[in-house]
């Protein structure tokens, strides 16, 4: 298995795909990378040779955050939403969704199982 980036990628699938394994790399970066270098995606990453992957390998380190660096951005970015005491901040902060979507009825796997309040019942009519 060819080892890109610190993630062995699948050999038997086509290159393009194969990239997509790699966390911050999906499908417009990834046959960007490929156009670049001057590689066919519909190549299997097996039928690279050594030097084409050190090429790929050296595009990702050298012009995009992947892995490890990209999801320590990720969190550097949510801590700093949540030091500055925004709204988006504060959501994350609880648990809930911090993109604007409803939670009266659903949101189930921001907020976890379904808690039960005590002496709480429905309206009658």
Do not use: W
């Amino acid at each position: 298995m060819p080892r890109i980036a610190g993630i062995d990628i699948p050999e038997k699938k086509k290159i393009r795909f194969s990239l997509r394994y790699i966390f911050g790399i999906g499908p417009k970066v990834s046959d960007e990378i490929l156009g670049k270098l001057g590689i066919d995606g519909e190549r299997r990453a097996s039928e690279l040779d050594d030097k084409e992957i050190a090429a790929i390998a050296a595009e990702i380190d050298a012009n995009y955050p992947v892995e490890g660096a990209l999801r320590r951005q990720i969190q550097q970015d949510i801590q700093r939403l949540k030091e500055t005491k925004s709204y988006r901040g504060e959501r994350h902060r609880k648990n809930l969704p911090a993109r604007g979507q409803r939670t009266r009825t659903n949101a189930r796997t921001r907020k976890g199982r379904k808690k039960t309040v005590a002496g709480k019942k429905g309206v009658k009519g």
